[in-house]
Every structure is written in C-alpha cells, then in structure tokens.
C-alpha cells in the first residue's frame, strides 16, 4: 500500500483520486507500484530513507536521455516529498516480450545513436548516484583523470571507509590509477551522453517492441562504460552489439572491456560486500601489471 502522505500527495499533483495500487516488484532500493488515477496509470516509486537528491537527480537524468530522442525513455511526471518520503513518478510502460523481432537490433543502434549526443567535457552540470552510493561528476575535460579521480578513485574511498580495502587491493588500485594513462587515450575518447548504469534490469522493452531505458545514472563520458556494463551480467543478445559495431564501430575495445567493469564492481563491492572482491583484485592485478 501506498503511504498516507504519498497518497494524499500523488491525489493532489495528478489531479484526481487514486483508484488502483498494484506492487511492482524487481528493485532492491526502493519501494515501487502501478497506480491509476483520473483514468491514467503512473509508475510511482518512494523511499522514506533515500539520499537527499536522489530522486531529483534521476528525474533528470531521465529527461537528459529522453531530450536525446535516441531510445523511448518514460515521461517524467512529477517529483517530490511527502512528510519525509522521497517521490518519483513516471508515465506508465506496459512491457512486451525482449525477444521479439528486432528488439535487440534497434536497441544496439539507438544506443549509438544516444552515444552521439556528446559535450564539451566529461561528467555533468551535477553529482547524481549508481544505486544508493554517491557518483561524482565535475566536469573535467580529461577522461583519464576523470576515469581515475571520480570513479576509481572515489570508490576507493568508499571502500575504505567501509573497510573493504586490505592492503594488497589498495596497492594493486593505485597502480592501476598510476598506468591509466597506458590504456586510455585523451585524444582519441570523446564525452558521449551515457545511460551510466546498464545493465539488464534496467531496460524494459514495451508492446511496440522499443527498449525503454529507466533507472539511469547518467554523465557524459567514454562511450565504452555503456558497453561495458552490458556484458557484465548479460540480458543483452549478440545482435544488439553486432548493430552497435555496424552504427558506431568500436576499436580496442576489448583490451578494456574489464577495465571499465572495474568501476561497476567496485559499486557491488560497496554495496554488497566482500564477494565482488575477487573480480575486483583480478582486474586490478591484470591492469596494474601484476598478472
């Protein structure tokens, strides 16, 4: 059930009574319903423990990606608080079947052409989050410092704090940060508009068959993070990368695939604890040259 505060709060900002709450369930931060209300149905999700600025900061990320116009992003509709309770809400999606027809296939090539949209420099007008940790973004126009101080870097520091950095793996990290330089090219690697976090859980795919991009955690960066975090988990189909490649071909990739699934380990490092620390002192040993 919805809260009292939210409800009276959502009756108010949509105009009309709400008629209908229906649970949705597949995330592990916040809680989240359909709801109906003056005849039209919202996607509603609320956390009464959320970081201050979490919900803002996704609502415009998820305008940020639709003003691109690549790939179907939800409508945002309304965000807020009521009595403590942090709010977003989003038009409503009603999904069909990821493996339909050329689903992947679109998807690879409205991700290029998101990948398009670029800036001046990396990072954003503001910091944001992935999941509940904070995610830094000051502009900066080099990426290898970016990629080091505010990525790598910053979950370092979290890591520690959470004393999730022994020794060894704070070693292999720094030298990992000292040799970035080895494996990425300033001059060659343009600030694209990403999604920041995607994964399979956060696309879906509605009824005409379009991947609807939600959940992001968006900066403008190398393109190449996107990729990488596809891969990382799975759920997306090899005809997905084969439109890529022939939209927005990519080269050498490979050689930092894992590189940049580094930052997203780091994150589950954080968030869940010590079973992602294998991964992550495999990959910090292969970068830092202690193979």
């Known amino acids: ?109 409205g991700l290029a052409e998101l990948h398009r949209q670029q800036a001046a420099q990396h990072g954003l007008d503001q910091n944001n989050f992935i999941g509940r940790l904070p995610q830094i973004n000051t502009p900066t126009s080099s990426w290898v410092s970016f990629y080091r101080e505010q990525r790598i870097g910053y979950q370092m520091e979290i890591a520690r704090l959470r004393g999730r950095l022994p020794r060894r793996r704070e070693d292999l990290l720094t030298r990992l940060m000292e040799r970035l330089d080895q494996w990425l090219d300033d001059e060659l690697i343009t600030p694209s508009l990403l999604h920041g976090d995607l994964w399979g859980g956060n696309y879906l795919v509605d009824e005409q068959g379009r991947a609807v991009l939600i959940d992001p955690a968006v900066c403008y960066g190398h393109r190449e993070m996107d990729l990488a975090m596809t891969e990382l988990f799975g759920g997306f189909a090899p005809r997905f990368y084969e439109a890529y490649q022939a939209a927005y071909p990519l080269e050498g990739y490979d050689e930092r695939r894992s590189l940049y699934q580094l930052y997203y380990i780091l994150v589950h490092l954080n968030l869940f604890g010590e079973s992602y620390g294998g991964q992550v002192d495999s990959i910090a040993a292969y970068y830092a040259g202690q193979r």
């Open 1 to 109: 059930m919805l809260p009292a505060a939210l409800s009276e709060v959502l009756s108010s900002v949509l105009g009309g009574t709400i008629e209908f709450v229906q649970p949705v369930f597949g995330g592990d931060i916040n809680y989240a319903a359909q709801i109906d209300c003056g005849g039209e149905s919202y996607f509603v999700k609320w956390n009464a423990n959320s970081p201050d600025a979490m919900f803002a900061t996704e609502a415009e990320g998820l305008r940020l990606l639709r003003g691109a116009g690549a790939l179907r992003v939800p409508d945002v509709i309304a965000q807020g608080e009521a009595d403590g309770i942090g709010y977003l809400v989003l038009e409503w999606i009603e999904t069909g079947n990821k493996r339909a027809g050329n689903v992947m296939e679109a998807f690879g090539s």
